[in-house]
């Protein structure tokens, strides 16, 4: 059982005047157990539409959702499932324990459990000193933690987070991430959206990258990024006896070496030719493609 | 369980805010100076105080349920607190009655406070606590239930500018219903007719709810009256919760 399946998911919402946006276009993906997978795209992507539409909040104009095996809206579904939505906003009237108390009853826990659990995950997420006070009082960063400890008061088998790491500083975003992975170890799926594509390249098995509604790519971190064709930078002295070297695109650089950049197929010829003609090479350095080069690769070719 | 922590909740948010305690504040002193009115009453100070007291009782629960009933269902959607609730498993319905009940608690403890000051300040000016003031009372809390059913009805498409203004001309236009119908009998034009009836047979007809007259008279409020207003306040907010309920539940959030 997949802990997310989407087919054919398509929203629109509709105008009164003018036409209708669509926000979601014909989307067909799923999420495999127990692993982290992060959604990217950039700002009107249609991500926090389709984190909505999995957490049973917006309603699918076509196509099927299904969660935990169980169709949107399903109870056991939801039962197992928690969810942080973006730029959470809580009841500024309670404090933050009151706040996971609440969120406890809603999911029919024990009361005898609750305080117990409570308190671990006020630890969890660095709130321990901070339970008792209250929302209103709450820094951004102190919100966004409470958020996730909300949505993992129920001991989740799936994580859904919409923009988890936004509001939060550098350690907090530190601390984030060994929650997250943490959660994996425990066998627990976490499915979040992004734009700060330096976190996805360090906690995500697989993402996705979403642009105008549509799914461009979906797959493994690595092996996307090893699709794109990497070019070789290598640097080398010619012999003594030539002053210049036989390759016309090589440059002479400020340390008096000189380099040439190959892509993968050509390497094997250049260095041939470079030992045939005596040529002494200093480094061969694979330049590698950041997600950034690949996300914004992919983002532009689907504009042209 | 579930329905008991979303009433709960929507109870401690109404009572932390400054408003309720503003208009309590208010009404409290209302009554309470109710006892100038005593040399101007030409030795009907009973009546006048009790007329006063209840009416006042009633406006103000009705202010109050305009006030916060019609903010409570919009501001969950617009601090978007509502996505808290609807992700986890709560079914939509139970959150819309869970704010229907959680505003009866705040209006029922408001109610319950300016009836007991009430009859402090009533034994204290004329030495009487007639029992008849709880019929008066109970009836405008009834009305004051269907107000509420209206203002959770009207959030959930609208703003709570709208809400409170559709709310309030609704009370306005109940209270004179009977004055619509002998209208519509008098008019000869047959669409002005119709139109009237139309209005007349959908509007609640709030004046049911107005014994204040007959208590204050000590004129017996005949039990057949009671137990019809019970079953329409029933019957018009069953009618106004499922509406609600529906609309919430198609609603994207």
Known sequence: MRPIKIEKLTKIYPKFFGNSTKAIDNVTMSVEQGEIFGFLGPNGAGKTTLLKMLAGLLYPTSGQIWILGQTMHSFSAKQSMGFLSENPSFYNHLSGFELLDFASALFGMPAEKKTKRINALLQKVGLGESGNIRISDYSKGMIQRLGIAQALVNNPELLILDEPLSGLDPIGRKEFKEIILSLKEEGKTVFFSTHILADVERICDRVGILHKGKLLRIGELNILLSERQRSISLSFKPSEHRKTPSLPDAKLTAEGYWNITVNGEKLQKVVASLLKDGAHIISIIPETVSLEDFFVSEIEKNET | ?253
């Not at chain 2, 009115?37 to 009633?58: A, H, Q, T």
């Not at chain 2, 014994?211 to 069953?238: C, W």
Request: glycine content about 4%; charged content about 10%; some cysteine.
């Open chain 2, 1 to 253: 369980m579930k329905l008991r922590t979303i009433i709960l909740n929507t109870f401690k948010e109404a009572v932390r805010k400054k408003l309720l305690l503003i208009v309590i504040g208010f009404s409290l002193l209302l009554l309470a100076a109710s006892g100038v009115l005593v040399p101007l009453s030409l030795g009907e100070e009973s009546k006048i105080i009790m007329d006063f007291g209840l009416g006042s009782i009633s406006i103000f629960g009705i202010l109050l349920a305009i006030l916060i009933g019609s903010q409570s269902v919009f501001n969950e959607l617009e601090r978007k607190t509502i996505y808290f609730i609807i992700s986890k498993p709560v079914r939509r319905e139970t959150f819309i009655i869970g704010k229907f009940l959680g505003l009866l608690l705040t209006f029922t403890t408001v109610i319950f406070i300016l009836v007991v000051w009430f009859y402090v300040i009533l034994f204290v000016l004329t030495g009487l606590h007639p029992a008849s003031i709880l019929i008066s009372v109970f009836l405008s809390y009834l009305e004051i239930v269907i107000i509420t059913a209206f203002c959770i009805f009207f959030s959930t498409f609208t703003s709570p500018i709208f809400s409170s203004l559709f709310t309030f001309l609704l009370f306005v236009v109940g209270r004179l219903a009977p004055d619509i119908q002998l209208l519509a009998s008098k008019t000869a034009n047959p669409f002005a007719h119709f139109s009237l009836q139309l209005v007349y047979y959908v509007i609640p007809n709030l004046s049911n709810f107005n014994v204040r007259g007959m208590v204050v008279h000590s004129e017996l409020v005949s039990h057949n009256h009671i137990l019809f207003t019970i079953a329409y306040a029933f019957i018009y907010t069953i009618i106004l919760l499922v509406s609600s309920s529906e609309i919430f539940r198609r609603k994207d959030l």
